[in-house]
């Protein structure tokens, strides 16, 4: 079932439609995982049997972990081509490869092999994608999961300013299993130093961000200090939730998963996501291309689409989503720094379910998002 339009067609001329592709590039890989909690999204899409899933492809792992709980069909969609490559390498892997190898092409463990278990999924690429991959030989030897924009960004940072704030056994010791008044503890007194707070709030704030991290066109509806609420929001990732079963924490600060994996690679997920995944389709387009006729869908995976856009354009949007859905479809989408929940405009149609959002927030390990929406329509 899967299609792929041509990665030759540039994300810009295929997609002028949309407002983000006109100004941010979206020419490169900017995330090669994807940085969104998948167990909270699943919970509060409930992508069950039946069920018609509209999710944003970005790296793939979010829309694969759709398919572990055997939704009837998932359509996935991306401005960017090179982030389709990064899905359509995912689905071959999950087709060629057994388990500890789709971890081992990853990143997620330690691998001499990601040629061979490369060569093993080509045969299962379009002539695009397999073009892509085959140009990117040294994403593929070091891990298809830290080759993006977001993951160089991260490998920056454990790599460069960490080692200026703690050492290897302190990093060692955060990441150990510990009792919530040990954690707080061990902050306060081993982590939360000045050091630590003045190269955060350099590393993170808005101007190093943009540039090394995210297309500097993303921070253009943001106000206020960057850093200082993503500061915050690890604070509470070290602390109130626990970082040794936390994979993005793993990842940020030692480049593997160590063991404490994402929703779509645990071991007892692979083979439900390898058995659905002809329900799965993909193509390049924006949220307003998407015609009436693939609907209506149950479940939409927005991410944090709506950081990009303008109020006026996010409003436009939401509207597009009510002519796609289902009664009572879920919608689920991050904000990280732009505040964006279903204006006082469409009360009629969309119910904000804060209660549900509030309670799967406050589990989120994707820890630098300030807010996670959920809502209904009606």
């Not at 069950?48 to 055997?70: F, H, Q």
């Not at 050091?195 to 991290?213: A, D, E, P, Y």
Request: with cysteine.
């Amino acid at each position: 079932m899967a299609r792929l339009e041509p990665y030759g067609v540039s994300a810009g001329e295929a997609i002028m439609a949309s407002e983000a592709a006109q100004r941010a590039d979206f020419s490169g890989i900017r995330y090669a995982q994807c940085w969104e909690d998948a167990y909270i999204l699943v919970e509060a899409l409930d992508p069950g049997p039946g069920k018609r899933c509209l999710s944003i492809a970005s790296a793939g792992d979010n829309t694969l972990a759709l398919l572990a709980r055997n939704p009837e069909y998932v359509l996935a969609i991306d401005l960017s081509p090179a982030q389709l490559a990064c899905l359509e390498l995912r689905v071959a892997a999950y087709r060629a490869l057994q388990h500890d190898e789709l971890l081992a092409l990853i990143g997620s463990i330690p691998s001499r092999d990601r040629m061979k278990l490369y060569r093993a999924c080509r045969k299962y690429l379009s002539a695009q994608a397999a073009a892509f991959w085959d140009d990117r030989r040294k994403f593929v030897e070091e891990g298809i999961g830290g080759c993006g924009k977001f993951e160089r960004y991260f490998e920056d940072f454990r790599t460069k300013v960490l080692p200026l704030i703690h050492s290897g056994a302190q990093i060692h010791a955060l990441l150990e299993a510990k009792p919530r008044d040990e954690s707080i503890s061990f902050y306060e007194r081993e982590w939360n130093n000045r050091r630590w707070r003045l190269l955060f709030r350099i590393f993170f704030s808005r101007r190093v961000m943009g540039w090394l991290g995210r297309d500097p066109e993303f921070f253009r509806y943001v106000e206020g200090s960057v850093s200082d609420r993503i500061l915050e929001r690890t604070r509470y990732a070290l602390t109130e939730l626990d970082p040794a079963r936390n994979p993005y924490i793993q990842w940020i600060l030692t480049g593997q998963h160590n063991g404490v994996l994402p929703l779509a690679l645990r071991a007892e997920n692979f083979e439900l996501i390898r058995r659905n995944l002809d329900r799965l389709e993909w193509r390049q387009a924006a949220l307003e291309e998407v015609p009436l006729s693939d609907g209506p869908f149950n479940c939409f995976n927005l991410s944090d689409i709506f950081e990009y856009m303008s109020e006026r354009s996010y409003v436009e949007q939401l509207q597009r989503i009510v002519s796609l859905a289902r009664s009572g479809a879920r919608l689920a989408y991050w904000n990280m720094l732009a505040p964006r929940s279903r204006p006082p405009e469409l009360a009629a149609q969309i119910d904000q379910l804060t209660d549900i959002a509030a309670r799967l927030f406050a589990r989120d390990q994707a820890f630098f998002y300030s807010a996670l929406v959920v809502e209904q329509v009606r």
